[in-house]
T-cell receptor, first 114, second 110 residues
Framework: DAGVIQSPRHEVTEMGQEVTLRCKPISGHNSLFWYRQTMMRGLELLIYFNNNVPIDDSGMPEDRFSAKMPNASFSTLKIQPSEPRDSAVYFCASSLDTGSQPQHFGDGTRLSIL | EDQVTQSPEALRLQEGESSSLNCSYT??????LFWYRQDPGKGPEFLFT???AGEEKEKERLKATLTKKESFLHITAPKPEDSATYLC???????????FGTGTRLKVLA
């Protein structure tokens, strides 16, 4: 079975540029999560969608960050304009529901902002 | 405030040397405790879910246990391929959020 698919795997860009990260959740999963992982702060939840609707975006650090989920099989996380402090690994995860079903993670996008 | 603390931060074992990783938690009603394994350059890989004190789960050389305050991940006769970072996360009742610990970096030497 296909897991969570993220693209690109690596992104290097200059500050001020727009960055778009993409995620395809596991088919049939109705909850989707975007996380950011850094050495200093570990895994932080940025935003959570349920049935394609954003439920909680309180973890989004600034207005420069936005996320969409236009359908059940696709989500994007956009940073505009990007800054060096946005450099991190961004993970997407999905789960069957928001009960105690485990979240399944993609392999992440390693983002470097120069 | 919900909190998860993992110890030790790093652990080096010889192949075959059994040990345990600790995950201490404070949560207002536990819905579930999750163990993940993360290899370099990869996303966290789900291992176990534990729901209530006294519960145990096993998978190959790994065994996870749960009390009201902590969980242990026991590694029996580890092999070099068990080297990874092991993450613990808790989910409180009535929420969807996971609170992750900072992980234990395990290195098993041949």
């Amino acid at each position: 079975d296909a897991g969570v698919i993220q693209s690109p795997r690596h992104e290097v860009t200059e500050m001020g540029q727009e960055v778009t990260l993409r995620c395809k959740p596991i088919s049939g999963h109705n909850s989707l999560f975007w996380y950011r992982q850094t050495m200093m702060r570990g895994l932080e939840l940025l935003i959570y969608f349920n049935n394609n609707v954003p439920i909680d975006d309180s973890g989004m650090p600034e207005d420069r960050f936005s996320a969409k989920m236009p359908n059940a099989s696709f989500s994007t996380l956009k940073i505009q304009p990007s800054e060096p402090r946005d450099s991190a690994v961004y993970f997407c995860a999905s789960s069957l529901d928001t009960g105690s079903q485990p979240q399944h993670f993609g392999d992440g996008t390693r983002l470097s902002i120069l | 405030e919900d909190q998860v603390t993992q110890s030790p931060e790093a652990l080096r074992l010889q192949e075959g040397e059994s040990s345990s990783l600790n995950c201490s938690y404070t949560v207002s009603g536990l819905r579930g405790l999750f163990w993940y394994r993360q290899d370099p350059g990869k996303g966290p890989e789900f291992l176990f879910t534990l729901y209530s004190a006294g519960e145990e789960k096993e998978k190959e050389r790994l065994k996870a246990t749960l009390t009201k305050k902590e969980s242990f991940l026991h590694i029996t006769a580890p092999k070099p391929e068990d080297s990874a970072t092991y993450l613990c996360a808790v989910q409180a009742k009535g929420t969807y959020k996971y609170i992750f610990g900072t992980g234990t970096r395990l290195k098993v030497l041949a």
